[in-house]
């Protein structure tokens, strides 16, 4: 069974929602990254960095969202995940998948801290580029990687429910509740998100 390191409400919470999606059986391992004392250098073994999430697959472990949605959809292709190689929307696919972490999410804490940058300065570049390039993307397809809910979807999905409702750092567009209101209602993030809001002891 796959053992999968968690922190409810946190970065992680992408991978929950795709695990949830993916239907097979998963055991959370929580990691409190917000106890007073920091997360327990014991977790180094897993990863490195002491972030979630994470996973351990009879032995493997996986790190990085991107890596560990590409592990789980190559290791579970009937669940329809993700694009097969040879299909026309498989760079779309991984195209998204990467930029939701080297991109999307650096752009979002940059602004949620208030940094001011100069964006040639940093590989994530300026967080207005990263909202034209998103608002431009969604108002041509209802999914990102194309017509079909993938599992970029997934990690987009989340960050941009996250970056609305928590920090409230994106700016107010129509494109993007649409998008969101297609994502949210399925079951599989519903799932998650009670189960989140349960093990931090609130409600969805």
Known sequence: MIKFYHAPWSRSSS??????????P?????V???????????????????????????????????AICLYLT???PEAGLAPAVGDDNRATFLTWLVYCDSVFDPCVAARAQGWEYVA??????????????????????????????????????????????????????????????????RPAFQRFMAKDAAAMGGSA
Do not use: C
């Open 15 to 24: 991978v929950h929602w795709l695990l949830e999606e993916l239907g097979q």
């Open 26 to 30: 998963f055991e959370i391992e929580p």
């Open 32 to 66: 409190d990254i917000r106890a007073p004392g920091g997360v327990p250098e014991g977790y180094r073994e897993i990863q490195p960095n002491k972030k979630v999430p994470a996973i351990v697959d009879d032995g493997t472990v996986v790190t990085e969202r991107a």
């Open 74 to 76: 190559e290791k579970f």
């Open 120 to 185: 040639n300065n940093f590989s994530f570049g300026a967080f207005d580029d990263m909202v034209r390039n998103l608002e431009k993307t969604l108002a041509e397809r209802p999914y990102i990687a194309g017509e079909k809910f993938t599992a970029a979807d997934t990690q987009l999905g989340s960050g941009i429910h996250f970056a609305t409702h928590i920090l409230g750092v994106l700016p107010k567009k129509q494109v993007f509740d649409d998008y969101l209101g297609r994502v949210t209602a």
